[in-house]
């Protein structure tokens, strides 16, 4: 074989590898932004789909951890209208009646959606959410009610950088023993301290 056919030969199979290996990159790229966008539809889907009537949370930890799942995933990923207002009606399944009362649905998914807007307009997200441990959630009995006491700190990302946002949650026992979100509140640095 001539020094020119080498050449040829050689230069055709290193094309071909090139080919091969970029036809490998797209194809992988692709199944990976495929997955990523199923993992996330995953999270949506498994929130609405939980049935708390039947495996309600257990534990004050439990219940905000589940709600605070929910609130991740309303700033944070991708959903439609529809799977947004299932959402709402999951959160609003783990709150305590006096606080449906003073919160009814329509009013609720309103407000909502507004500060999802904002958020979305602001490029914020819930990057990250740490509750307190199960030894550090404080119960107290008031008028033969049992009440809760749980702080969950999230952190956001935004324009205008990363934040904390620490929030105190009350829970009170309902008369099936299932712990419901009665309110919730901000903690200033003095009370986080404490």
Known sequence: ??????????ITLLVGLVVV??????????????????EEVDEVEKLINKDLDESYPKT?????????????TFYNETYNEDEKKLLAVQAQKLMDNELLEHNEYEEYY?????????????NRKISSYKLDSSSDVEYKTFKERKYAFIKCTYYT?????????????VLRQDEDGRWKILFWKLINEDEEDE
């Open 1 to 10: 074989m001539s020094k020119k056919m080498r050449n040829v030969v050689i």
């Open 21 to 38: 290996y970029f036809y490998y990159l797209t194809v992988n790229s692709k199944s990976t932004s495929a997955k990523n966008t199923a």
């Open 60 to 72: 004050p930890r439990e219940v905000v951890k589940m709600y605070s799942r929910i609130i991740s």
């Open 110 to 122: 309103k407000d909502l959606c507004e500060d999802i807007e904002e958020y979305k307009e602001n």
């Open 157 to 169: 990302k935004g324009k205008e950088g990363t934040s904390k946002v620490p929030e105190q949650y």
